[in-house]
């Protein structure tokens, strides 16, 4: 199948730690694109690690990673995450001095996606992660934390990226809210055709999806 | 173009934090604007009083160099008297070749020449003057020279040793007087002009017409005499008075009253006395003391005081060597009034001096806080520079949006201040000029009146020494202190936000997005 993300006997240790106490240590994940994954792991396992370099947030470590053959290292991280991959996080990351449509077309804009009426993306996107459209107008801090976490799935995909990284991305919110953002998840890999990967430390997250790789601390 | 509706819906939608930012920017541009508007009128109340009072340089005997160059040589009071007669005036084609100079803007002479004059009282009280005067130069003189005994003011032994004590304490003027007394002796000095535009003290207003006026025709036998010599003598425009050459009184000549002249300056007659320095001057013009001069066969000859008018303070020093390369005699001095004029400027030089360090605190302290509202304003957006940057947004255009915010906020601000600072600073400047504009403002109407002409029209060439344009600059001097303060404020607000943006770019690209968001969460 298609190997759009490839996780090539990756190592690393954070910059202040000591000489041999790697975070993560040979890891060899392989992701493709109709699927969706889960990485599990324990608190302080070290997933939060391995998706910022993943996502190419953080680049000094040993081995490869690669996008379609292609070094993250030798890419231009801006625009990979920019265009490439989308972001979803534990705790949202939404910018609180703008609403909710604005989010959204802030990451078209900053992707230059060519996109013909911007409003009317974001709002079908907000549609389509179960947010009514009277909400595009609000100020995100004063959306719930499930509708926040909607907005932020909204943004992943206003860019029609392949890849969809989740950083725990249920981890504040109840279980159904949680079986709903699943579900989206999953219909994004099945029917839209893209690679999820959703980091979690929950046992019915890693239930529902398709293949589910574990991180053990210090290994 | 997304960064520039980014940076605008920030501003908007953080009012609180920019008008904080703006406040204070507010504050210290007001504060700068007002500096710099003292400045610039300081700028102004000086270079006015420049274009107003030239500096300029005059040649006068140096008498104590002559003196002690004589004492050293061991001569007799006589053989003194004698060489000092033999030093040599400058002639009016030297005066010409010293003003030929690179350093001088414009020159001018006068002739004076002192005669007796038939049936006219002097103004004088020298007679009680004197007295009381010479007592102690006496005293001095007698322990200097013991041969020497002349209580008498006219007599030539007299003006010779003590004119010694006099020039010790005068200024320019003084020395010119006694150059003056060198070329004959007479009640009366007869003072030429060449033109209008020569004649400084009536365009100075030292002198003004009180009666008649100064003839235009700088041929004829006519003459302004004193408010004081009128009175003394009954004498009145129209009157005639008879001058009398002091080497032969065979030889007068008449001279028509066309004006009467008062001087208003007190201050310069350094002894009381009942009458101005100038009560027993007769002015006409060159044409006419040349005439006396050249009836005479003794060789007549008049003092010529040249004045040079240069361009500047360093000029001087310049002239002086150049023209004691063209041959003035070691015994002559060069003095100005260099040290007057700065005098009389020191007081605004000050302020302009104060102004300037106030300004340098004041930009420095906006600065300092420029940066640390901009550090600290970064600090404060740090979970938003991590997102912007999660989401792929570069390095340069986080810091591009950042600086932009500030920018649009600084210019506000600066906007604002400046224009309160600009309204208040027009009444601190007016209240720092405003002698100089009501001087300046009155000045053309007054200089004719002082030549006592209604309809005063300078040709071409006097205008320039008017100060006609100068007038009109300070009548519009409001509109040219504010605009060319608010600009020079904008340009320093600008390079100053754009300074401390720096701050916040290198923290921009020092920032991990990923330690942000870790914090966070
Ligand atoms: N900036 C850092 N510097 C040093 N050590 C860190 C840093 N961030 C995380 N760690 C350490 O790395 C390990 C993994 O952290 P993290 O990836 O956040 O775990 P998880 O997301 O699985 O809970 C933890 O033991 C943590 O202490
Ligand atoms: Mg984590």
């Known amino acids: 199948m298609d190997k759009v993300l490839r996780i090539d006997n990756v190592s690393y240790r954070y910059k202040d730690a000591k000489k041999d106490e790697y975070v993560l240590k040979n890891i060899k994940y392989d992701f493709e694109k109709g699927k969706i994954y889960a990485i599990k792991g324990k608190s302080g396992s070290g997933k939060t690690t391995l998706l910022s370099l993943i996502s190419g947030l953080e680049k000094r470590y040993e081995g490869n990673i690669y996008y379609k053959d292609k070094s993250l290292k030798k890419m231009d991280l801006d625009t990979y995450r920019n265009s490439n991959i989308g972001i979803v996080f534990q705790s949202y990351n939404l910018l609180p001095h703008l609403n909710a449509m604005e989010n959204i077309i802030l990451s078209m804009d900053i992707s230059k996606v060519k996109v013909k009426d911007k409003k009317k993306k974001a709002i079908s996107l907000m549609e389509d992660v179960g947010l009514t459209s009277s909400l595009a107008k609000r100020r995100v801090l004063k959306l719930s934390g499930g509708e926040q976490q909607r907005v932020a799935i909204a943004r992943s995909l206003s860019y029609n990226p392949e890849i969809i990284l989740a950083d725990e991305p249920t981890g504040n919110l109840d279980k159904d809210t949680e079986n709903d953002i699943l579900n989206i998840f999953k219909r994004l890999a099945h029917d839209d055709n893209k690679c999820v990967i959703i980091v979690t430390h929950s046992t019915n997250v890693c239930n529902q999806v398709d293949i589910v790789y574990e991180l053990k601390k210090n290994n | 173009m997304y960064i520039i509706k980014n940076a605008l819906t920030s501003i908007r939608r953080n009012k609180g934090r920019n008008l904080l930012i703006g406040i204070i920017i507010i504050v210290i541009s007001c504060a700068c604007a007002i500096t710099l508007a003292i400045r610039e009128s300081a700028n102004k109340v000086v270079s006015a009083y420049e274009q107003k009072n030239p500096i300029e340089v005059t040649i006068g005997m140096n008498r104590r160099s002559l003196m002690e160059s004589l004492k050293q040589d061991d001569k007799s009071q006589e ?115 060449n033109s209008y535009e020569d004649m400084k003290d009536f365009i100075n207003g030292n002198y003004t017409i009180t009666e008649g006026e100064v003839s235009s025709d700088f ?303």
């Open chain 2, 79 to 193: 053989e003194m008297i004698n060489a000092f007669n033999e030093i040599k005036e400058p002639t009016e084609e030297e005066i010409i070749n010293y003003g030929n100079s690179n350093y001088v803007k414009e020159y001018y002479y006068t002739y004076s020449l002192g005669v007796d004059a038939k049936d006219l009282t002097e103004a004088t009280d020298s007679l009680v003057k004197e007295t009381t005067e010479v007592k102690t130069e006496v005293d001095t003189k007698r322990r200097t020279f013991p041969g020497g005994d002349s209580k008498f003011p006219g007599g030539p032994t007299s003006s010779g040793s003590e004119e010694t004590t006099t020039s010790r304490r005068t200024t320019t003027k003084k020395t010119e007087k006694i150059f003056n007394e060198k070329a004959s002796g007479g009640a009366f000095t007869l003072i030429g002009y």
């Open chain 2, 219 to 521: 041929n004829s036998n006519s003459c302004v005499i004193s408010e004081e010599l009128a009175q003394l003598n009954n004498l009145e425009v129209g009157n005639t008075i008879t001058v009398i050459d002091t080497n032969n009184d065979k030889n007068t000549y008449e001279l028509i009253i066309t004006g009467i002249y008062k001087e208003n300056t007190e201050s310069s007659s350094s002894m009381s006395s009942m009458f101005s320095n100038s009560a027993n001057n007769i002015i006409t013009n060159i044409n006419f003391v040349k005439q006396i001069v050249s009836n005479n066969s003794d060789n007549l000859t008049p003092s010529i005081t040249p004045t040079f008018i240069v361009n500047s303070k360093d000029d001087i020093e310049k002239f002086t060597n150049e023209i004691k390369e063209k041959g003035l005699s070691e015994y002559y001095e060069v003095t100005s009034n260099i040290e007057e004029l700065e005098n009389a400027t020191k007081s605004i030089t000050n302020v302009k001096t104060f102004a300037n360090t106030f300004l340098i605190i004041s930009l420095i302290i906006g600065a300092v806080v420029l940066i640390v509202i901009n550090m600290i304003n970064i600090r404060e957006r740090k979970y938003e520079i991590g997102v912007l940057r999660t989401i792929g947004m570069k390095k340069s255009k986080v810091s591009f949006q950042f600086m932009l915010e500030l920018l649009t906020v600084c210019m506000f601000a600066l906007l604002i201040g400046s224009g309160i600072g600009a309204a208040t600073s027009v009444n601190v400047a007016n209240k720092l000029l405003e002698n100089e504009i009501a001087n300046t403002n009155n000045e053309v109407g007054d200089i004719g009146k002082n030549f006592g002409k209604d309809n005063f029209m300078p040709d071409m060439d006097a205008k320039k020494n008017f100060k006609v344009a100068n007038v009109n600059q300070i009548n519009d001097m409001n509109a040219i202190v504010d605009f060319k303060v608010l600009g020079q404020l904008f340009g320093i607000g600008i390079i100053l936000t754009l300074i401390s943006s720096l701050a916040s770019m290198i923290a921009i690209s020092r920032f991990s997005p990923l330690t942000i968001l870790k914090e966070r969460s």
